[in-house]
């Protein structure tokens, strides 16, 4: 891609915002869940993603999601977000995703960071708040999505 | 263009997950097995500066699995029993601390002499007559004729786990003695709900089906199978008995007697219960008169106390004491019978 051609995309995207936004999404979205399982390579043990294997109370999943920019223009300020799954709970410190800030919410609603949350303990002092108390994760790209780029954020929960 | 580079770089970056460990433990019996977790994530973004619509993923899901895992412990051990009692009951509690309803296979086995026992002495002794009971009507005791079935056929969990009460009935010999100790193992093996404990559970081979229940061994030896050991500890009386004599008196009034003819001697035969619990009742303590002597009338003494030859002498023959000394104390308690005989001319 050269300046020319992104120049002549923004001015085409300030021309017929309005017709994107009515057209068709340029992210596409994917949520999958897998189990982590050591597996035994070149006589060396290595961790592998496998799509979920059993999982009973206890076990961990990783969600992957992963965006892809499917239009021609560059998509900015992507922000991903997930609730933790009924019956599954945040484990401390999982979440990763390169080029992101990532906060999280007691609600779904209100996103700070983790220095950031806290709640209230039974005596009314407030306290930080624990992982398995996060309800939601969100993921705040810095910079933009060019037309095809692809990225993915990652987080593992425990089945309760 | 940078952006684009350093998105695709970081995609394929070798991603280093964090190892936190997995809170073993911490989820006594969680999420109930066959519960559908869906995962929907959404995504916000603009194009050229204009907000677009939010994008939801399609939705990623998966089924809990069974999680198999129990527990079997004994209740009141050691059970404290006597020689020759029988349907002596030794219970067990099976708890069921996976994520499914489950049913179990139960069977129970004399241990080998010389297995331990917590807080107690090792076995030494086998019991009879083995049978398994389970509560049925959950009212932690035995009920002869109520509680029959001898499997779990199903036993739920929920929040706080489940557990149901299990009784082995024995036998003890009548042989067998104070201080025996005899040690049962109850085994329970994970089987489908439903069919009484006879089919048993098997872990899914293979990879997951995300869409069906599979079934994981979560017990400690990841088998299926639990099992706990209860003591029968036997108590008896343990009587043991001596018997001394002096002589009293010789025709001459001498001051050392001897054993010569027409010289009286006075037998003691004492009874003493070494045992250190349990007391002996109804003892009786006979003696036939020897040989070449002749009871003295009106010496028997119980304790020291006279008894009248009445109940206590019997003519024969053969010519005999018998008293009635009642009980016995533990903890050395003793019985003490003396009566005297002339030895003949």
Redesign the interface.
């Known amino acids: 891609m050269n300046g020319k051609t992104t120049i002549a995309a923004l001015l085409m995207t300030l021309v017929t915002a309005g017709a994107y936004a009515a057209d068709k999404a340029c992210v596409e979205l994917k949520t999958s869940g897998e189990t982590e399982s050591e597996v035994v390579e070149n006589g060396q043990k290595v961790k592998r993603l496998v799509p979920v294997a059993k999982a009973v109370p206890g076990d961990q999943i990783v969600w992957t999601i992963t965006a892809t920019n499917v239009c021609k223009t560059p998509a900015d300020n992507v922000v991903i977000a997930n609730p933790v799954p009924e019956h599954m709970t945040y484990v401390a410190n999982s979440a990763m995703g390169t080029g992101t800030d990532i906060a999280y919410s007691l609600d779904g609603k209100e996103f700070k960071s983790a220095a950031e949350l806290q709640v209230r303990a039974a005596d009314g002092a407030p306290r930080a708040a624990r992982a398995d108390e996060y309800r939601a994760i969100r993921w705040t790209y810095k910079n933009a999505f060019a037309p095809g780029a692809t990225a993915f954020v990652r987080y593992r929960a425990a089945v309760k | 263009?940078t952006?684009?580079r350093?998105?695709?770089n970081?995609?394929l970056?070798l991603?280093a997950?964090?190892s936190?460990g997995?809170?073993?433990?911490?989820?006594a019996?969680?999420?109930p097995?066959g519960?559908n977790?869906?995962?929907?994530?959404?995504?916000?973004?603009?194009?050229?500066?204009?907000?677009?619509?939010q994008?939801?993923?399609?939705?990623?899901?998966?089924?809990?699995?069974?999680?198999i895992d129990f527990n079997v412990t004994q209740q009141n051990g050691p059970v404290v029993t006597q020689p020759g009692q029988t349907n002596v009951v030794a219970e067990f509690l099976v708890s069921n601390t996976g994520?499914s309803t489950q049913g179990y296979q139960l069977a129970v086995v004399n241990e080998a002499t010389g297995t331990a026992f917590p807080s107690s002495s090792a076995d030494n002794q086998d019991v009879a007559n083995l049978r398994i009971f389970v509560d049925s009507n959950g009212n932690n005791t035995y009920d002869a004729g109520v509680d029959t079935a001898t499997n779990v056929n199903s036993l739920i969990t929920d929040s706080d786990g489940e557990s149901v009460r299990v009784f082995v009935l024995a036998d003890i010999p009548v042989a067998a003695s104070n201080n025996q100790f005899a040690n049962v193992r109850l085994t329970a093996r994970a089987a489908v709900p439903g069919t009484n404990g006879a089919t048993l559970a098997t872990e899914?081979a293979g990879?997951?089906n995300?869409a069906v229940v599979?079934v994981?061994f979560?017990d400690p030896g990841r088998d299926g199978t639990q099992s706990d050991a209860n003591q029968y500890a036997i108590r008896s009386a343990a009587l043991s008995v001596t018997k001394n004599v002096a002589v009293i008196s010789d025709e001459f009034g001498s001051p050392n007697p001897k054993a010569i003819p027409n010289s009286v001697v006075e037998y003691t035969i004492t009874v003493t219960n070494n045992s250190t619990t349990t007391a002996a009742n109804a003892v009786t303590v006979t003696d036939n008169i020897p040989a070449n002597t002749t009871y003295v009338g009106n010496t028997i003494t119980l304790n020291a106390a006279p008894v009248a030859d009445g109940t206590a002498f019997q003519g024969g023959p053969p010519a005999r004491v018998v008293v009635a000394a009642g009980a016995v104390a533990q903890n050395g308690g003793t019985a003490t019978v003396k009566f005297r005989v002339r030895i003949n001319p």
Do not use: E, W
Not at chain 2, 22 to 27: H, K
């Open positions: 263009m952006i684009a350093h998105v695709k970081a995609s970056a991603i997950l964090s936190v997995v809170l073993q433990g911490a989820y019996n969680g999420t097995s519960t977790i869906t995962n929907q994530a959404t995504v916000d973004y603009s194009v050229g500066g204009v907000s677009q619509t994008i939801t993923s399609p939705t990623a899901s998966f089924v809990v699995d069974s999680r994520n899914t990879a997951d995300p599979d994981v979560a």
